[in-house]
C-alpha cells in the first residue's frame, strides 16, 4: 500500500442503479419492522395478547413458509417491542429466509439492549451472517466506500469477536482514513487472534517498515 492509499487499489464495480434503490427500500423498511414502535397500537398488550401471532409464528415456521413467520413475529414484535425473545423468533425467520440484512438488523437491536442475550448471540454467530456481513464489506470497500463498510464491519466484531477478519478490514479502513496507530492496533488483533493471517501479517509488515 502507498500513503496516499491509491496505488494497487482494485477497480470500482459497476452498480445496477435499480438494485441498489432495491437494496436500499428494502433496508429502509426493516427498521420499521424491527424498530421500536413510537407507540404500538396496544399499548397495554400482553403476553397473550401475542400469543395468537407466535402460534401462528410456530406453524409457518415447521412448515418452511419463513414469510409467514416474519409476518406473524413482526405482528408480535408490533405489540411487544421490548420483548427480545420475539425479535429472536423474527431474526431467526429472517435467517432462514435468507434475508441475512433484516437478520442482523434484528440481531444488532437485541444484542444492543442485552449483549449477554444466549439465543441472540448463538444467531449472531451464524456462518451465513457472518459471510453476508464480510460479503458487504468488501463490496464496499472494492468501491471506496469506506463509510458504509465499516457498518458491516462493526457488525460483525460485535456478532463474532474472536473472528480475526473483521479487523483486518477495519484495518484497512482506518488505513485509507490515515489513522495509521489505529490500522495497526487493530491487525495486530487480528494476528492475536488469527497468527498465521497472512494479509494482516503483510500488512503489519509494511507498516512497520514504512
Request: aromatic share 8%.
Given at each position: 500500500?502507498s500513503?496516499?492509499?491509491?496505488?494497487?487499489e482494485?477497480?470500482?464495480?459497476?452498480?445496477d442503479i435499480?438494485?441498489?434503490?432495491?437494496?436500499t427500500?428494502e433496508?429502509?423498511?426493516v427498521?420499521?419492522i424491527?424498530?421500536v414502535?413510537?407507540a404500538?397500537?396496544?399499548?397495554?398488550?400482553?403476553p397473550?395478547d401475542?400469543?395468537?401471532?407466535?402460534?401462528?409464528w410456530l406453524?409457518?415456521?415447521?412448515t418452511?413458509?419463513?414469510?409467514?413467520?416474519?409476518?406473524?413475529a413482526?405482528?408480535?414484535?408490533?405489540?411487544?417491542?421490548?420483548?427480545?425473545?420475539i425479535?429472536?423468533?423474527?431474526?431467526t425467520?429472517?435467517?432462514?429466509?435468507?434475508k441475512?440484512?433484516q437478520?442482523?438488523?434484528?440481531?444488532e437491536?437485541?444484542?444492543?439492549?442485552d449483549?449477554?442475550?444466549?439465543?441472540a448471540r448463538s444467531l449472531?454467530?451464524s456462518r451465513?451472517?457472518?459471510?453476508?456481513?464480510?460479503?458487504?464489506?468488501?463490496?464496499a470497500?472494492?468501491?471506496?466506500?469506506?463509510g458504509?463498510?465499516l457498518?458491516p464491519?462493526?457488525?460483525?466484531i460485535?456478532?463474532?469477536?474472536?473472528?480475526?477478519?473483521?479487523?483486518?478490514l477495519r484495518?484497512?479502513?482506518?488505513?485509507q482514513h490515515?489513522?495509521?496507530?489505529?490500522?495497526?492496533?487493530d491487525?495486530?488483533?487480528?494476528?492475536?487472534?488469527?497468527?498465521?493471517?497472512?494479509?494482516?501479517?503483510?500488512?503489519?509488515?509494511?507498516?512497520?517498515r514504512?
Amino acid at each position: 500500500m502507498s500513503q496516499d492509499g491509491k496505488a494497487g487499489e482494485p477497480p470500482l464495480l459497476e452498480i445496477d442503479i435499480d438494485d441498489d434503490m432495491e437494496e436500499t427500500y428494502e433496508r429502509m423498511s426493516v427498521i420499521d419492522i424491527v424498530g421500536v414502535p413510537e407507540a404500538a397500537p396496544t399499548p397495554t398488550a400482553t403476553p397473550k395478547d401475542v400469543q395468537p401471532y407466535l402460534s401462528q409464528w410456530l406453524l409457518a415456521f415447521s412448515t418452511g413458509d419463513y414469510e409467514g413467520a416474519i409476518d406473524a413475529a413482526s405482528e408480535a414484535v408490533w405489540l411487544l417491542p421490548e420483548d427480545n425473545s420475539i425479535r429472536c423468533k423474527l431474526a431467526t425467520a429472517f435467517l432462514m429466509a435468507g434475508k441475512y440484512s433484516q437478520a442482523a438488523e434484528a440481531l444488532e437491536y437485541i444484542l444492543g439492549k442485552d449483549p449477554d442475550h444466549t439465543e441472540a448471540r448463538s444467531l449472531a454467530d451464524s456462518r451465513e451472517i457472518l459471510a453476508y456481513l464480510l460479503g458487504e464489506a468488501r463490496v464496499a470497500l472494492k468501491n471506496r466506500d469506506y463509510g458504509t463498510a465499516l457498518i458491516p464491519i462493526k457488525r460483525a466484531i460485535n456478532f463474532v469477536p474472536t473472528f480475526a477478519e473483521p479487523y483486518v478490514l477495519r484495518a484497512i479502513v482506518h488505513y485509507q482514513h490515515g489513522r495509521r496507530s489505529d490500522c495497526i492496533a487493530d491487525l495486530k488483533k487480528a494476528l492475536e487472534l488469527e497468527p498465521r493471517h497472512e494479509q494482516a501479517s503483510k500488512l503489519l509488515q509494511e507498516l512497520e517498515r514504512a
